[in-house]
DNA sequence: GTTCTAGAAC
DNA sequence: GTTCTAGAAC
């Protein structure tokens, strides 16, 4: 592989997997530094040793030389080595530092975490090997962060990793714990955020609780002072220039060149892998699609050029296998000509699954030339892109979409479980559609070019537009991640990610008495329906469904008897005035009954024998679009006395209450009556399907995709902002009061979101 | 859909 | 001990 820029001769062969690392944990007592090893020991396939200070004098304390010694033997056996000290000045790590060699990389992982914490874990603990426990151990924390200094990489360091709260820890032991032996991670330095404010006030009352030299506390202002003078020197860590680091992969120096900053690659852990925003994409449509390269070509620039610009310095980059590829000779060559940046776009030769660990090129977003399945196989990118990154893509894939139109694309946040996250730092996976001039492959143009060109614009659009929404929800996910800092310090709660593997047994078991459950129920459905005749007219279905009600009742016991109270409004709306807030032939709007949130109101078809989704069809598209129409009259009502609010409206794929409806819902959910995962995931996956879909679908293909997969309902409950998960329903609740993270992408688009018109502008 | 509650999880 | 979930009944 190598960068197509500057011609670059390849190092293959170079004998770079496989290295033996040293891992200096940085940490004050109680920060965490042996669990992590330890539970990173546990998980890891990678052959580990933990070198402590406190436990290798085998009851005596131990001494450094006794540390060094065997970890030089640990390497020499081919094992990496984690040093377990707390390693917090240059002076303390420097020899631990040249264990390093161009066979051996040396890491550091820094717990910086709240100094509070680490001394009331400290003063709890009981077993502790080093003995530190009761109130000195306050005294001992806090004079050993006085002399507390960051490591930086021009220590010696190949990688850094800093770790400010518990979900850094987390990303750090999910990001070790996935190292295969043969496995490298990239250099550099990871997850720094806010340097300053290192000593929270709030210590120094707490201090004078436990048993403190006085020294200690009256030095409090020094403590401040002196680590702040501290961080100003490390406010701009050095990269450019180290011998380690220009050396950086062998074969990545033009990124150095290009003048890109890697130890600034701080921001959130949802950002911890990036530097510069950057997509790789492949050329779409132009291989298994038959596309015109001439035609592609000149739209790739075209539509390049009009996004370079508008994405800061971010960069884009046209990827391909081949090195011979006619599409990347031919945009580079129109590139040129347009004068388009060379740091901004660039082609690219090399395995788009492998720019980082190949390549040497940092892509936090990489496109797919998907199928519209958005299913793994077939061949070229769709499968390389989805075998490397494992099951998880596919998971988090169907949580976005199901299908894909041509022209269209459907941005997917990967997983840190991914292998394409944790080793090539890949945070997101775009997939986009394009045009197909193939007769064997579906949706053929026959040579269409006019259809197909606009297409193929559509679709780079899409995916530049999508590429553009991830900047800039990492962008406010950074600065809401530190805002969140300071008042939530425990933050364990914020990214669970990987803690939520426990799908097997009892789930399928369950999933599968729902389905059984499912499928009794429409067969008791269908079964009436069956035997009265598939299509009689709707008349007759009114008067059987009567007889029902009266006579028979397995139509009433099919939907349950309290799932009747919608269709009864629905049929006598003037009877219940009392809920009812508006009438018309065609719908009845009305208050849920229990609502999930601040608003959240429900528009009722009228016509009988319209009971869900499933029964919908293009008969029924101009109903939709008044209940749509009728859902936006109210939203706009609402938003006039609460601007802040935001409307999402849909139907759920399996609704429990008999009759068509049409929910109308605020999007803070707010509300006592959201008690369950149920009550979440149907409002909140794909259970839920957004009116403005519903419509597009029934109008193009007659009727809606239902997501009826009952699993749906019992995912992990993620933030529809930010998707963090949470453990359970009160801490998802305390979380979303609070969480201010834009929308997903998928929830920007299409006006799936219906906000007060003066935000529009503005991201939600 | 909700309510109630046993028992799992913390 | 309390909190929270999930199944049964309605």
Redesign the pocket.
């Known amino acids: 592989m190598e960068m197509e820029i500057d011609d670059t001769p390849k190092p293959k062969g170079e004998e770079t997997k496989g290295k033996p690392i040293v891992v200096i944990l940085v940490g004050a007592p109680g920060s965490g530094k042996s669990t992590f090893c330890e539970q990173v020991m546990a998980s890891s396939t990678r052959p580990w040793v933990r070198i402590c200070q406190d436990t290798i004098g085998n009851g005596k304390s131990g001494t450094k030389s006794q540390c060094l010694k065997s970890a030089a033997s640990a390497l020499n056996d081919g094992k990496s080595v984690f040093i377990d000290r707390c390693n917090l000045d240059r002076e303390q790590r420097a020899e631990f530092v040249k264990l390093g060699n161009p066979n051996v990389d040396v890491h550091a992982i820094v717990l910086d975490l709240p100094a509070k914490l680490c001394i009331s874990r400290s003063v709890k603990r009981t077993g502790h090997e080093g003995n530190l426990q009761g109130g000195k151990a306050a005294a001992v924390v806090n004079r050993m962060l006085q002399k507390k200094e960051f490591p930086k990489l021009s220590e010696g360091f190949t990688r850094i990793t800093f770790c400010q709260n518990e979900s850094d820890v987390q990303a750090a032991h999910n990001t070790y714990s996935a190292l295969g032996p043969l496995d490298t991670l990239p250099n550099g330095s990871f997850g720094q955020k806010n340097p300053d404010a290192k000593i929270q006030l709030g210590i120094m009352r707490f201090l004078k609780k436990v048993e403190v030299p006085a020294n200690t506390v009256s030095d409090a202002n020094s403590i401040q002072s002196s680590v702040s003078h501290k961080n100003t020197e490390e406010k701009e860590p050095s990269y450019k220039g180290h011998d380690n680091i220009s050396s950086f992969s062998g074969n990545a120096s033009k990124e150095l060149k290009e003048g890109e900053n890697l130890a600034v690659c701080s921001s959130g852990s949802h950002a911890s892998l990036n530097n510069t925003p950057t997509l790789a994409f492949p050329s779409i449509s132009t291989s298994d699609f038959q596309f015109n390269l001439e035609k592609a070509s000149d739209i790739i620039v075209e539509v390049v050029e009009e996004y370079v610009n508008k994405l800061g310095s971010a960069r884009l980059v046209l990827v391909d296998v081949s090195h011979k590829s006619k599409i990347l000779s031919l945009v580079k060559t129109k590139a040129a000509q347009k004068n388009i940046e060379l740091n901004k776009f660039f082609t690219f030769v090399g395995d788009i699954t492998k720019l980082y660990s190949e390549g040497g090129l940092r892509c936090n977003v990489i496109a797919n030339a998907a199928n519209w399945r958005l299913k793994p196989g077939g061949g070229g990118v769709n499968a390389a892109i989805f075998n490397a990154a494992g099951p998880a893509l596919e998971v988090a894939t169907k949580e976005q979409a199901q299908s894909l139109h041509p022209g269209k694309a459907v941005v997917v946040p990967l997983p840190s479980t991914s292998p394409l996250f944790s080793r090539e730092g890949v945070t997101h996976v775009i997939h986009v559609l394009g045009p197909n001039m193939n007769q064997h492959r579906p949706n053929f143009l026959n040579n269409d070019y006019i259809k197909g060109c606009q297409i193929l614009r559509e679709a780079y659009t899409s995916l530049f537009e999508g590429f553009a929404s991830i900047i800039r929800t990492q962008g406010k996910l950074a600065k809401v991640s530190n805002e969140n800092l300071d008042s939530n310090p425990s933050g364990a709660q914020e990214v669970i990610e990987g803690a939520n593997t426990k799908h097997s047994p009892?789930n399928d078991q369950?999933s599968k008495?729902?389905h059984e459950h499912d499928y009794d129920r429409s067969k008791k459905c269908k079964g009436s329906q069956d035997e009265i005749g598939a299509d009689i007219p709707e008349s007759k279905i009114g008067k059987v469904d009567k007889n029902n009600d009266k006579i028979d009742g397995s139509m009433t016991k099919a939907w349950?008897?309290?799932?009747q109270a919608l269709h009864k409004i629905a049929m006598h709306p003037q009877t219940h005035k009392d809920v009812v807030l508006e009438i018309s032939d065609d719908v009845v709007v009305l208050n849920d009954?229990?609502p999930?949130a601040r608003r959240h109101l429900l528009v009722l078809a009228r016509s009988e024998g319209l009971d869900r989704l499933s029964d919908v069809s293009k008969d029924h598209l101009q109903l939709l679009k008044t209940m749509h129409n009728v859902g936006l009259k109210w939203v706009e009502k609402f938003l006039q006395e609460d601007a802040s609010l935001i409307f999402r409206l849909g139907y759920?794929s399996?609704?429990?209450?008999r009759q068509l409806h049409l929910h109308v819902i605020s999007q803070d959910f707010d509300s006592k009556?959201l008690?369950?995962?149920?009550?979440w995931n149907?409002f909140n996956t794909a259970f839920f399907l957004d009116s403005v879909d519903v419509l597009e679908e029934v109008s193009s293909h007659g009727k809606a995709t239902l997501r009826d997969d009952e699993s749906l309902l019992?995912m992990e409950?993620r933030c529809h902002r930010c998707r963090s998960a949470h453990?359970?329903?009160?801490?998802?609740k305390s979380h979303i009061s609070n969480c201010q993270a834009p929308f997903p992408p998928s929830l920007l688009q299409n006006s799936r979101l219906v906000l007060a018109p003066c935000n529009a502008g503005i991201d939600p």
């Open positions: 009892n369950k008495r729902e349950g008897s309290w799932a009954l229990y999930k759920h399996v609704p429990s209450m009556n008690k369950n995962k149920k009550h149907s019992s409950l453990p359970n329903i009160p801490r998802l």
